[in-house]
């Protein structure tokens, strides 16, 4: 951990004491590092392990402009601050080194690392990718943006890491230099956080930096290295891996070799095949064969709250994909659904976060057979299709989806929106939702 050594003689700062900045004090004081703890809130949730574990730390906490970021060497910043944010850059001009708990742990990890982001699937991706290098025989790290905090991998006697990376994470993150690194996707997100979709797209692309191979989705312009990487692509058609027809059946395949029947995985929807996808062209250097990738899938159920089986009731399917916190995994999730028999119920509504709702129009007309719309953005996501409904809450769209559906029927939860309108986050929106599908049902 050589990269430790040089930070015993710098004047430390952990800026955004959550989860993350909880991951980076706990880490540092192990390794007998003294930071100073910044936080523009008076009162951080971390604050009774704060309290417990290291009272002797110093902290600053309250409005930035009174913490002197200037005065360090290295601030380590959380993900929910961003770059821009006035004291930071007052701090980066004085020649101060801003980075984030990624970036620390690129600097001291001598493992092989397997990246992903995007917009939409990372999750699925990276749980589904740990499963398939598990299967070939490797023990795994997962975290990132997802379960374990980056940092507390490096504990782990693992032989690679697979990391789920957000934009917020990859903008203070420049010496990753990955074995493989892929962006799943992009659509309009986070445009609280950033000017334009450039400035987001520009985030996303920092996963490709070092990195020795390029995966890309061949149907997303955005996703494609502007680094000039090697690169191999995937998609549906016309990509290194993607679906060929085999002996009357669907394959997935690489370059037009079949590898296993599309049959093989349980999960539904054409954009989990692209996720399969994804993670075969992740694991393209691994040169594993078939029979991982078939244990692997007939192991993996999916994850909570993304376009997750709920229930068949009356032969009406329940699918919660409350994950689906914008507009481009809305879009995933009904486009993926769209060729099941029987018609097509959404739910749809929360806070939209100023995204363009416009791009749903399409699929709405197309697709949707009934849209049930309810939360602070609901309205507007009601006024893209004609003959829409708009509830009070979840209860009332349940209730109303149930009188409506006939046998054969998907009700699909894709909100297109943020939950922290009416509730906590989008698990408790996703667990409303299958409550009060099985309310009342024998």
Known sequence: ??????????????????????????????HNLQPVLVDSREQVPTQIWLD???PHLEQRFGPLAN????????ILIGPGLALATPEVQQAMSAGVEVIGDVELFARIN?????AVTGSNGKSTVVSLLANVLECGGLHVGLGGNIGTAVLDLLAQDADAYVLELSSFQLETTSSLKAKAACILNLCEDHMDR?????????????????CELAIFNASDKDTVPANGAEALSFALDNADYHITQHDGEAYFAFQGKPILPCSKTVLPGSHNRLNVLAVMAMCHSCEFDAGVFERALSEFKGLDHRCQYVDTIKGVRY??????????ATIAAINGLADEPGRLLLIAGGDAKGADLSPLREPLAQYVDELICL????????????????????AQAVRLAKSLAQPQDI????????????????MVRGNDFAHNVQEGEL
């Open 1 to 30: 951990m050589g990269y430790l050594d040089t930070l015993k003689d710098k004047r430390i700062a952990v800026l955004g004491l959550g989860i993350s900045g909880l991951g980076t004090v706990r880490f540092l004081h192990a």
């Open 52 to 54: 417990s574990h290291v």
């Open 67 to 74: 913490a002197d970021l200037p005065s360090f060497d290295v």
């Open 110 to 114: 001598t493992k092989p690392v397997l």
């Open 194 to 210: 950033y000017d334009d979709m450039a400035g987001y797209i520009d985030a996303k692309q920092r996963i490709y930096q070092g």
């Open 319 to 328: 699918f919660n994909d409350s994950k689906a916190t914008n507009v481009g």
């Open 375 to 394: 939360g602070k953005d609901g309205g507007a996501i009601a006024a893209l299709k004609a003959g829409s409904h708009t509830v009070a809450d979840m």
């Open 411 to 426: 009700v699909l939860l894709a909100p297109a929106c943020a939950s922290l309108d009416m509730y906590a986050n989008y």
